[in-house]
Structure formats: structure tokens, C-alpha cells
């Protein structure tokens, strides 16, 4: 469903893909992978809450943010981007670094602006700042081997000032230092039981963000990234802080 707030509408659209739109600008933030554009994603619970599959193909993105290369899509920027779009994407993207076979940022036929973890810009009168995203050397997001899943220098998370709102995808990370001194008003956080914060750290993080709303995405898209979101969205209202869920 699409949810509205302040001057703007967003949509979650499965895995870590939000949609954002406000009179005259549509932004969306990792689009794509395990069909989440094509109508053939669902999560291995049928009863988990998530948006409905289907064949998702608008083209109408001014702006396409990408934070790593586990969300970086090529088809599905293709899927979502107008035809002068501009892909702001994070430096650090290799697609040699994946198995998937993946085209490179500069072969795509849009717009390429890169980004550092810490970094500004400004696109199509849309400012957008950059911020680490990465899993903590002392987390719980490590491998067998005690190193972390998303290392420091693997990507970044956005924030972005839509319509004079402010929305912040903090990417797949941790909760970091700096995190709880940003100026929100939709926060946007991952609530997955691995890989990023889960639903705890990110109701801590939303109470001392203290947003105008809370809006949880990157979760059930598969066995991994469950979480209770009932749960939650309860945890943060009780902290006074509003929250939405976008399920089915």
C-alpha cells in the first residue's frame, strides 16, 4: 500500500526496494532482486507480512540510490528509471566482487553519479547525504570466521531531503555512532534477525531519532531476514514515536 507523509508517498515494494514520490520527484532506494519487481517474490512463509508480489515495471525514477552491491540490480534500475535518470550509487560497488553476472555502473545508460560513505549532493534539487553502513568487528553480524558480514568500505546508507522531508535509509548496517544525531523524519530501517539491526536496535535508534513516523523494510524476504514486525511496531509506539507497517 502506499503511504503518505508529510508531502510525500512511500512505498515498500519487497526486500530493501522503497519507492519514494512528492509532487514532482520519484526516488527510489535499492530496487530489486528475488523477483521483487517481476511479481515472483514471496518470502518461504506464507504467513509473514509482506507487500504483494506483482509485475512492477513504471519507469518513472528521477532518482535511483544504490548502497552496495548486494542490492545493486541493473535489470531492476531498468525496471525503475526514466529515461533521464540519475543512479546516485555508492563508489565501492564491484561487480567482480559478486557471483551474480552483473553489468557495470558505467554501462548503464543513465546519469552515473558515485558516492563515498560520506559524502553530499544535490539531484534534481533533491539534497542527498551519505553515511557509513557496515557491520560492527564486536556485533552479532559476523561470519564463522569472526569477521563482519558488511565490512567497513563496503557501502553506505541515505539520507535524503524529499519535499523538505527527511528520509533515512540507513542501508545494511548496524547501529552506528552518528546514527542517532541525524535530523529524520521517516526513518527506514532495516528490522531483519541478521545481517543488519534487528527490530531492537532499531527501536532504540528510532526512540532516540525520535521521527515524525517509522516505516521497517528489509524483512522476510527469506528465512534469514525474519522478523516480527507486529512486535515492532508495537516496541516503537510504545516509545511515543509513530510507526507504519506496509504489508499485505
Given at each position: ?137 564486536d556485533g552479532p553480524n559476523v561470519d564463522a ?29 548496524d547501529v552506528l555512532a552518528g546514527h542517532a ?34 516505516l521497517p523494510i528489509h524483512y522476510n524476504t ?27
Open positions: 500500500m502506499t503511504i503518505r507523509h508529510d508531502d510525500i508517498t512511500a512505498e515498500w515494494l519487497g526486500y530493501a526496494t522503497l519507492r519514494l514520490a512528492s509532487d514532482d520527484t520519484v526516488v527510489y532506494l535499492d530496487p530489486g532482486r528475488y523477483g521483487v519487481l517481476t511479481g515472483e517474490w514471496a518470502p518461504d512463509s506464507p504467513d509473514i507480512g509482506h507487500p504483494p508480489a506483482r509485475e512492477y515495471a513504471p519507469r518513472d525514477g528521477d532518482i535511483v540510490c544504490v548502497t552496495h552491491v548486494h542490492h545493486y540490480d541493473p535489470d531492476a534500475i531498468r525496471r525503475v528509471a526514466s529515461e533521464d535518470a540519475t543512479v546516485v550509487a555508492f563508489d565501492g560497488i564491484n561487480v567482480h566482487a559478486t557471483d551474480r553476472d552483473l553489468d557495470r555502473l558505467a554501462d548503464l545508460d543513465y546519469e552515473v553519479r558515485t558516492v563515498s560513505m560520506e559524502d553530499e549532493c544535490l539531484v534534481d534539487d533533491v539534497p542527498i547525504w551519505t553515511m557509513p553502513a557496515y557491520n560492527r568487528e570466521n569472526g569477521d563482519p558480514i558488511h565490512p567497513k568500505g563496503i557501502g553506505c546508507g541515505f539520507l535524503l531531503s524529499l519535499a523538505d522531508t527527511r528520509v533515512f535509509w540507513p542501508g545494511d548496517t544525531e541525524l535530523d529524520v523524519s521517516l526513518f527506514v530501517p532495516s528490522i531483519a534477525s541478521s545481517y543488519t539491526m534487528d527490530r531492537h536496535d532499531a527501536a532504540d535508534l528510532a526512540e532516540a531519532l525520535d521521527p515524525d513516523l517509522v527469506f528465512e534469514a531476514l525474519e522478523a516480527d514486525s507486529g512486535a515492532f511496531a508495537e516496541d516503537v509506539a510504545k516509545r511515543g514515536v509513530p510507526v507504519v507497517l506496509d504489508e499485505q
